[in-house]
């Protein structure tokens, strides 16, 4: 029986609410707060140490030679960063506070916090697990569940799901956010978005062609400049705001618990859609869990496994912490 076009858009609706109200939601909180518990929380015991490795020797020349076919620990960090920010960060946080309230902040942070542990391990055992193929490092999930537990069924479940999500499902919520937010340019407003995809694709590919080293050195030159460039915008329009933020942090633990926020034209929500979608926008804007950023923390070249595990973390915190941050306050406040 084929589908109409609106009944098959209910129906993943449907499927989707279902997945991350009672799997993703408490599958991904559990994983985290387990990794964290069992790791003795470097999240906390460690942050200090993760900030002096990504930032501390930033400016002082690598010591000794890279490896070929391999990134700098930065490089992969950023690369890692430039997949973690983007549409999740903007419009993701504002379709989590439309729909679950101010609360949902709060849960994402949460997630964001136990997702540190995630990450955490999903590094170490991307470095760990890792192979070197026609001179280049490759790693990630596919070669830590085949290497590592040996399941090859759940090897071959995972290959393919994560070549659909990013390969076209997350590439497509990209380029359209881009398309949308073109065309609501004054004087753009009839610019076919098949257009601003192709250029999109042509940009892109002119990076990856160039292959690991060219992809890190974009990254690492764009990457820093993309963040700090959005967290300092956001910072001038909580200057603008400035009376507003106090109340706006009390708005948000307030409706993190009891689910009546309504203020602002944002409906109430029941506290458990603020968790469903602070939890879910938390993956998809950092992605701890998913599977994805391993792949480059994987290639980087340090001393030991755990050193890009901890700059795994920090990559969380600049993500949610920082910049899905700056973009939920900049809405609330206004």
């Known amino acids: ?35 964290s518990f069992i790791l003795g929380f470097p999240q906390i015991t ?14 002082k020349k690598q010591e000794g030679p890279k490896e070929e076919g391999s990134m700098s620990s930065f490089q992969a960090l950023a690369t ?8 999740g960060n903007v419009a993701g946080v504002a379709t989590a506070i439309t729909a679950g309230g101010p609360g949902a902040v709060f849960w994402m942070w949460v997630s964001a916090f136990f997702g540190m542990g995630t990450i955490f391990v999903e590094a170490v055992l991307a470095q760990k697990y890792r192979s070197k193929i026609d001179g280049e490092f490759v790693g990630g999930p596919a070669y830590y569940i085949s290497k590592g537990l040996k399941k090859t069924g759940v090897f071959g479940f995972f290959s393919i799901a994560i070549v659909l999500a990013l390969g076209f499902m997350g590439n497509a919520v990209q380029s359209n956010s881009i398309a949308s937010g073109i065309k609501g ?12 995809g192709v250029v999109v694709a042509i940009l892109a590919a002119l990076i990856f062609v160039g292959g690991i080293d060219r992809i890190a050195k974009f990254a690492e030159l764009v990457v820093p400049i993309m963040a700090a460039v959005y967290i300092l915008g956001s910072l001038v329009i909580l200057g603008l705001y400035a009376s507003h933020v106090g109340p706006t942090f009390a708005w948000i633990f307030k409706s993190a618990f009891n689910g009546t926020a309504v203020a602002g034209g944002i409906a ?21 869990g998913m599977g994805s950023t391993p792949h480059a923390h994987a290639v980087a070249h340090v001393k030991h496994p755990a050193e890009q595990g901890l700059t795994a973390i920090i990559g969380v915190f600049i ?16």
């Open 46 to 59: 460690k942050m200090g140490k993760a900030f002096k490795l990504v930032f501390g020797g930033l400016f």
């Open 268 to 288: 109430g929500a029941a506290v458990k859609v603020a968790v469903q979608k602070g939890v879910a926008r938390g993956l998809f804007s950092n992605e701890a």
């Open 185 to 196: 340019i004054q004087g753009l407003e009839n610019i076919n978005p098949a257009i601003v």
């Open 80 to 87: 890692a960063v430039a997949a973690q920010v983007g549409t």
């Open 1 to 35: 029986v084929l589908l109409s076009a609106s009944g098959l858009v209910d129906t993943i609706n449907k499927v989707n609410d279902f997945i991350a109200g009672n799997i993703l939601m408490y599958g991904l909180l559990f994983a985290g707060l387990f990794l």
């Open 319 to 334: 993500d949610t912490v920082l910049v899905c941050s700056a973009t939920a306050l900049a809405i609330l406040v206004t």
